[in-house]
């Protein structure tokens, strides 16, 4: 739009915020022992053990957190997360290791 054109300071900052909530996300799972991928995205892959894939999506959907799962190989046994703002990733990851 636009007024994002216009404003392109909002969208550095904004996209920082994200880089930098990724990274702490990422960081955090894997002092838990969980490996994860990011690369130059607002994503996040978590690799799981597959049979624990379905259940966790499910759990974490009644807790209205949706992620990304049940993919095809070779990506069959991870779940993929859009990372958010800070307080909203602090939420994904108190939930996520308490039903993990």
């Not at 904004?14 to 996300?25: C, P, S, T």
């Not at 799972?29 to 379905?54: D, G, P, T, V, W």
């Amino acid at each position: 739009s636009q007024y994002f054109l216009d404003n392109y300071g909002l969208v550095k900052k904004y996209n920082k915020e994200i880089i930098i909530n990724r990274e702490w996300l990422k960081k955090k799972l894997e002092k838990k022992k969980f490996e994860c991928y990011a690369f130059n995205s607002i994503q996040l892959l978590i690799k799981l053990k597959k049979e624990k894939i379905k259940p966790l999506i499910s759990k974490l959907k009644k807790n209205r957190i949706y992620v990304k799962g049940m993919l095809k190989k070779p990506f069959d046994d991870s779940i993929v997360i859009t990372i958010g703002k800070r307080d909203t990733m602090m939420k994904f990851y108190d939930k996520f290791t308490n039903l993990i």
